[in-house]
């Protein structure tokens, strides 16, 4: 973990290397994350090609992205319920019910981001 002291580029530097070890660790760990990662990969160049202007393309591509964000959201609460403990809990079960059910919507929102566009 970064100091509390570091600032400017050397803070911007431990950050950026907290947050490549959390995507290798989600693709490590994380197979829907890896599904998710990789249809992203797959329908940005998609993406580019099928929207017709920079707003579209940016919606095409930006409703993906939202899809990875939430994923790694997600992933993270299970990874702090699961530290907590392994045992059922109501709360815990709820917990990651709802990070499912947000990753869920942002599956969704692409979804229908892509109709619209590609419909109209």
């Not at 990662?37 to 998609?46: D, K, T, Y």
């Not at 993406?47 to 939430?70: D, K, M, P, Q, T």
């Not at 990874?79 to 990753?103: C, N, P, Q």
Request: glycine share 8%; proline share 1%.
């Amino acid at each position: 973990m970064a100091s509390q002291n570091q600032k400017g580029w050397r803070r911007l530097v431990n950050a950026t290397g907290y947050s490549w070890a959390g995507l290798k660790a989600a693709w490590r760990n994380e197979e829907a994350f890896r599904q998710e990662a990789l249809l992203c990969a797959a329908l940005v160049p998609l993406a580019l090609w099928l929207g017709h202007s920079a707003v579209e393309r940016a919606l095409l591509i930006g409703s993906l992205l939202l899809v990875v964000i939430v994923e790694l959201l997600n992933t993270g609460i299970e990874a702090a319920i699961d530290r907590i403990g392994l045992e059922r809990h109501e709360l815990s079960g709820r917990a990651k019910d709802i990070g499912s059910a947000a990753v869920f919507v942002a599956l969704l929102n692409a979804g229908v981001v892509w109709l619209l566009i590609l419909l109209a």
